[in-house]
C-alpha cells in the first residue's frame, strides 16, 4: 500500500514566510483585514471592559454617595467614624437631619430663592437667545454681521472684571441685592454663549424649508413657532440645561449682588460653614439637596441632551 506525501515548496534561506510574519492565524490568508473600528468595538463590548467602566463609575460617585449617606447620620456618628461604616451599622440612618433643615426658615428661604433665581435666569436666556439666533442666522438687515462678531467678542469678557462696575449700575437703579439684579447679571453673561450655540445649530437647518414656509405665506414669526422651534428642540434643550446648571450651582455672583433676605442655598452653606464649622448635620443635607436637584433636572432632559450632542455632530 503506497502513500503519497504532499510537499511544500522550500522557501529561500532569508525570507520570511507571509503567513508568519504579518501575524495572520493559519486559514485567515486572504480574507479581508478587520476594520479598526470593528476592533474597537469587538474590545469595548467585552464584559471586561464593562466590568471597568462600571466601576469608574461607581468611584466618580463615591464622593456623592458619602455626601448622601453622612446628611443621613447623626452629628455625632459623622464626627465619632467615617460614613462607611453604615454597612456595618444600617442602624445609623435616620432623616432627623433633613427634619432639621426643613425647620430652618433661612435655609427653605435660600431654597425658594434658588429656584426664583434659576427659573427665570433659564427661561429668558432661552427665549430671547433662540430669536437673536434665528435673526443672525436667517435673516437679513445691515451689520448683522459685524453685531455678531461683537456678540462673540463678548464671550471672551471674564465674569470678574464686570463686578465692581455693575454693581455700581445696580445702585442707583435700587437693584442691587435684590433677586432681579443677579437675574439680571445671569441674563447679560449667559446671552453671548447662548446666541452663539443657537446661531450655528439654526444655520446648519435647510434652507429650502424655510423657503417653502414662505411661499406658504408663513411670516417670520411664525416660521421660527414651526420650524425653528421643533428642529431646534434639542439644541435649545441642552443650552438650557447647562444654563440651569450653571445658575443653580453659581456662588459669586449671588454673593456679591444678592443680600442676607435673597441669598440663594450656595450662600447659605457658605454661610454656615463659615458660622458653624462644625455643624455638619446641616451642611451635609442642604448641600445633597442643592446637588440633587439639578441631578433630577438632568435626568430628566438627558433624551434631549442626548439628542443635541448627536445632532450637531452630525450637522
Known amino acids: 500500500m503506497s502513500t503519497r506525501e504532499e510537499t511544500r515548496p522550500e522557501r529561500p534561506e532569508g525570507v520570511p514566510d507571509a503567513a508568519a510574519g504579518s501575524g495572520v492565524a493559519p486559514g485567515d490568508e486572504g480574507g479581508p483585514p478587520r476594520a479598526l473600528a470593528e476592533r474597537i468595538v469587538a474590545r469595548v463590548g467585552s464584559g471586561a471592559i464593562q466590568v471597568v467602566l462600571v466601576l469608574v463609575a ?76 434665528y435673526a443672525f442666522a436667517w435673516l437679513e438687515f445691515p451689520g448683522r454681521d459685524w453685531l455678531f462678531l461683537g456678540v462673540v467678542g463678548l464671550l471672551v469678557v471674564p465674569l470678574q472684571v464686570a463686578l465692581i462696575p455693575i454693581a455700581q ?6 437693584v442691587y441685592g435684590s433677586i432681579l439684579g443677579v437675574v439680571l447679571f445671569h441674563v447679560g453673561f449667559g446671552l453671548p454663549f447662548a446666541i452663539f ?81 462644625a455643624n455638619i448635620d446641616i451642611i451635609s443635607s442642604g448641600a445633597f439637596l442643592s446637588m440633587v436637584v439639578p441631578l433630577l433636572v438632568f435626568f430628566a432632559f438627558q433624551r434631549y441632551f442626548v439628542q443635541g450632542v448627536m445632532a450637531g455632530a452630525v450637522k
Open 169 to 174: 449700575v445696580y445702585g442707583p437703579l435700587g
Open 197 to 277: 450655540l443657537l446661531r450655528n445649530f439654526f444655520a446648519a437647518i435647510p434652507r429650502d424649508l424655510l423657503e417653502a414656509a414662505r411661499m406658504d405665506g408663513g411670516k417670520e414669526l411664525t416660521i421660527f413657532r414651526r420650524v425653528i422651534l421643533p428642529l431646534g428642540g434639542p439644541a435649545i434643550a441642552s443650552l438650557a440645561i447647562f444654563q440651569f446648571l450653571w445658575v443653580w450651582n453659581d456662588l459669586l455672583v449671588a454673593l456679591v449682588f444678592a443680600d442676607s433676605a435673597n441669598q440663594p442655598m450656595t450662600v447659605a452653606l457658605q454661610s454656615e460653614m463659615r458660622q458653624f464649622g
Open 58 to 133: 461607581l468611584f466618580w460617585l463615591m464622593p456623592t454617595l458619602g455626601l448622601f449617606v453622612s446628611s443621613l447620620r447623626l452629628p455625632q456618628d459623622n464626627a465619632s467614624s467615617g460614613w462607611w461604616t453604615v454597612l456595618a451599622a444600617p442602624s445609623q440612618l435616620t432623616l432627623e437631619n433633613y427634619a432639621g433643615l426643613l425647620d430652618n426658615e433661612g435655609f427653605v428661604a435660600s431654597f425658594f430663592n434658588t429656584v426664583l433665581i434659576s427659573v427665570p435666569s433659564t427661561v429668558l436666556i432661552v427665549v430671547i437667545a433662540a430669536l437673536a439666533a
